[in-house]
């Protein structure tokens, strides 16, 4: 199987390759061309900012040379690596304590020399 024209074109993907890939559409659909939309449609993108989820074959990746302009792929890693950062990104932080009470004064201390 190594003579294919899927392995072929998986050499040329400039993402690493994965069983899964996760694509979500980052551009709106009104004006693109009807073919470009039924193409969306049957990938279940109906939505701009949405992520699906599909095993990677090579019908998905001939849809996705189609609609290169429209989508965002990204391999698992790369969509949990996301995740993961917006997850800390978005986690509660400690509180801000704030005192306004004035800052303690520093005890005068006498100079050695002088006497009193």
Sequence with gaps: MSGSAFNAFK?????????????TLVRGLPGTRKLHRRTLEAMRLRR????????????????LTQVKRLVVVETEEMYNARKQADEQRRALRPPLVVSHAPPPKPAAAAPEGASQ
């Design 11 to 23: 050499s040329r993907v400039p993402v690493a390759w994965s069983p899964k890939l996760y694509i």
């Design 48 to 63: 701009c900012h949405r992520t699906v989820e599909h095993r990677t074959t090579p019908s998905l990746l001939g849809m």
